[in-house]
């Protein structure tokens, strides 16, 4: 980050007045430009106690399976986010249960909020996105070729959770791993 | 936002290709420049059963009460954004317990995330940010004087929580509101 987005100067590294932190702070209009960790929502789609997995058509992990999730826009609710990502990348529409796994990994400034949903119908497609699109039974999950390891948390938590017939909310910290988040 | 941040070349605004949203897209060095939505993480600190609130030294809502909150910073996971925002607000260190309420704003953009926390003793004191800390039994809580419609909501589910003996974790939805979020 180099030039101001308000005015177009080059911005100075220094912590602002009142702050304790360094910031990109604009030596000609001022103007402090902040940068924050986002949000990336998404879902564990069941239809008949089956989980929707995509294929993954873009990097990272390219041809991995993942869960449907993305980063959460502007002038929209988490579970608005996360229903959006379902449907852009799974063609499938589907209603958010409850929040499930919410997991911050600081490394790359980002939180992933997934939730449990119910597709409405047995309803799904390749999109842009995903190459293939398919339920999985719990015993079958793909370990192997899971995408993230935020994924693979929550889809470890959910099977936990599931023979015990009781679903929480689950919260977690990924430091470092051996995939990408 | 007008000017990229990467080069200080003027933007356009444009949907970018393989996306369906209107992006600050810089013709001159291709550079997207994303703007998502912020989490704003705090606590509800408990002492001995009293809740931990602090009387805002700033704008918005200066003099009005709170629960201590603030943005999230790049490096640190949501329990210890939490925490910190706890520490500079009210001078007191906390422990976190679980995440209780998670609000979506959307009309700004915003996320905020209370977790319970329990203080380690009783220490605390008036900060830059906050012109009086104090302990506050359930049932004195200053209603009419808080700040924040989210902070608002996440004290009415703490109590209704604490009456039942059990505590869930809550999302809720603000759209519009008489007082600042």
């Given amino acids: 980050m180099r030039y101001c987005p308000k005015c177009g ?20 209009c001022a103007h402090i430009d902040y940068d924050n960790p986002r949000l990336i929502t998404g879902t564990i789609p069941l239809y008949q106690g089956k989980i929707l997995l995509c294929r993954r058509n873009i990097e990272p992990q390219f041809g991995f399976w993942t869960l449907p999730a993305g980063f959460m826009e502007n002038q929209e609710t988490t579970s608005e986010g996360a229903l959006r990502e379902t449907l852009e990348e799974s063609g499938s529409v589907a209603k958010c249960q409850q929040a499930f ?41 793909p370990w192997e070729e899971l995408a993230f390891s935020s994924v693979t948390k929550t889809l470890e938590c959910f099977i936990e959770d599931h023979k015990k017939g009781q679903y929480g909310f689950h919260e977690d910290v990924i430091l470092f ?5």
């Fill in 9 to 28: 100067h080059q911005v100075e590294m220094a912590i602002p007045q009142g702050d304790n932190r360094t910031r990109a702070v604009c030596p000609n």
């Fill in 101 to 141: 796994s919410m997991i911050s990994i600081p490394r790359i400034n980002q939180v992933h909020l997934f939730y449990i949903a119910e597709l409405e119908k047995d309803d799904f497609h390749p999109t842009e996105e995903s190459s293939e699109v398919a339920l999985f039974d719990l015993k079958d999950i």
């Fill in 177 to 181: 791993n051996s995939v990408p988040d």
